[in-house]
């Protein structure tokens, strides 16, 4: 009888077991492969050779770039070497990226920039905010942007219990933001656990000196966000759910969801066009060439553009798809007069006319 039981239990953690490798695959979208789509007007950026997993541009068209990012279980090129933080001018014919020095007193050996967001005070001061994970925890890092001297002045670090796996934040003014913790755990294993499991608390937190609290949640893994040029609506990325959230803002930064807009890829960080609105999504088309780096089977880059996200039936264009031969493992797609940027979490990046 005992023996029984025992084959009982086995045979029922082994379903279990496959029921979830299952549909972690899934999740990963790991059976897709990509029909490329092709822009004719391309090529790599020179310096950036180990990822530029965020980009915000101005209005003006200075593209930041977010470069070196070290992240558990993600291939790097360069394991010992800090991150940095490019800058783009797309007015000029050839743009160029520039290494931006950042002040004294700044911790640069431990810098590991991710997640970016730009904001332009009443003033015109530009402040550029910067997921950090310094020894792999989570701080958000302010700096203010010297145009002049291609510097950024460090303000301040951000460490709060809430802000505990920060992927992607968005600036609302020169000291509150909203950011996503795309994991309830920090420990790496956990936070694997946590994917593998697909357990439901990753979450978007609201942060400012007076006030911190958690304004949405129940998402499997949440990565971009950003906001509508009207201020009014948040859009979120579930990478793992492969959705994008439209979420109302309310007046006191509390966030309701409006509407899920449901796709066939992994989004990762999202831009908002500051121009026509709409939203640039960089994604991972099939995540476990992602998550499982193989040389002889890379993973692909992907750009979709999201128009009119508010009405009945938003219009989604695939830009851009390439099998990783080109460009491996893209995360972030933004866009200034013609001019398309790509970053990828670890590998190159793109710079193309449209
Ligand atoms: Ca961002
Ligand atoms: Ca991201």
Known sequence: MGKVLVLALVGILAALLGERLMEFRCKLNGS?????????????IKGIERGAEDIDILPDGLAFIS?????????????????????????????????LRISRGFDLASFNPHGISTYIDKDDSVYLFVVNHPEFKSTVEVFKFVEDENSLVHLKTIRHELLSSVNDIVALGPDHFYATNDHYFSDSILMYLELFLGLTWSNVVYYSPTEVKEVASGFYSVNGINISLDKKYVYIADLMAHHIHVMEKHANWSLTQLKV??????????????????????????????LFYDPENLPGSEVIRIQNILSEKPTVTQVYAENGSVLQGSSVAAVYSGKLLIGTVFHRALYCEL
């Open 261 to 290: 807009l449901e796709l066939d890829t992994l989004v990762d960080n999202l831009f908002v066009d500051p121009y026509t609105g709409d939203i640039w999504g960089g994604c991972h088309p099939n995540g476990m060439k992602l």
């Open 32 to 44: 897709r492969e990509l029909e490329p789509v092709e822009l004719p007007n391309c090529h790599l």
């Open 67 to 99: 470069s070196g990012l070290k992240y558990p279980g993600l291939k790097t090129f360069a394991p010992d070497k800090p991150g940095e933080i490019f800058l783009m001018d797309l007015n000029d014919e050839n743009p160029r990226a520039v290494e």
